[in-house]
Structures are given as C-alpha cells and as structure tokens.
C-alpha cells in the first residue's frame, strides 16, 4: 500500500524559496545607502570675484544669494553652509563633507574677509550629564501615593450629606 500525501508538503517546499527570497530582499534594502546635500554653498567662481574692501552686502546678496545664517553680534557676518550627509538604513548619519563660507563685513556694509572651513575645522561637543538642584520637597513613591490618599479623603461635604 502506498503512503498517503499530504496536501500541507508542497505548500512547505514553497514556502522556503519564500522566505529566502523576502530575506535576502529585505537585507539588501538595508545595505543601500542615502546621500543628502543639506544647506546653501556659493559657486567657487562667485566667490573668487569677491574683493575685499570694495564688494558690499548687496553684491554679495546679489551674487551668492541668502545666507544659511547671519551674525549680528559685533562686527555682521554672514554663514554659508553645507554639507553631504549619508544615511545608511537605521544607522545614525554620517557627514561625508561639510564646508562653511564666512564673510564678514564693516560697519560701512563692506566686506572685509572671507573664510573658507572644512569638515576638519570641526569640533566634536561633549554633553555634559549634570543635574540641575530644585529646591523643595522629595518625596519618595510610598509619599506620593499616601498623599493622594489624603487629597481625597479631607475633600469638603457637600450639602445634602
């Protein structure tokens, strides 16, 4: 007597190429990686017919646009960043290339310098874990609770009780 077939058996040899197939698709979607241009940089060849102690702030709105972000404080000075950033799946971004244009100005709107950084001009900032005192009282969670105990039970009478 032969043995019986199940009906369940081809459906299970079917569905191992499934799940092979839809892995190896989901891990090579983790492997492709973004690549974003961020912020404003000025032509280099715009930049080089900047003369300083001739050009004024509205050549240099006319000829670079807007800048990315503007000091107001002392002497005004006007930021153009950058940067080429790569994102690759779930990972945290990683800046490829970043470049800032400082253009700074006299009080007569002339410009005075302009600075060019890089990437390696760059700064890693350390947070610092500190807590900030409050003054008042701590109370533990046994405080807390019984103290919401006690709200609701010296709540005044209303009338008709």
Known sequence: MAPKRSRQKPLRWLSLPC???????????CSVSR??????????????????????????????????????????????????VEIVAFLSPKVLERKILIVEFNPKSQ???????????????IHVERITPTFGQELTVLDQI????????TGKKTKGQ
């Open 146 to 153: 019984i103290g919401n105990f006690n709200r609701f039970r």
């Open 111 to 125: 410009m005075t310098q302009v600075v060019t950084l890089g990437l390696e001009a760059g700064r890693e900032l």
């Open 19 to 29: 799940i092979t197939i839809a892995l190896c698709v989901t891990l090579s979607a």
């Open 35 to 84: 690549v974003y241009t961020r912020g404003n940089l000025p032509d280099p060849e715009r930049v080089s017919e900047l003369v300083p102690g001739e050009t004024t702030r509205d050549d240099i709105l006319a000829s670079l646009g807007s800048p990315s972000s503007v000091n107001t404080f002392g002497n005004e000075t006007w930021y153009y960043i950058s940067e080429i």
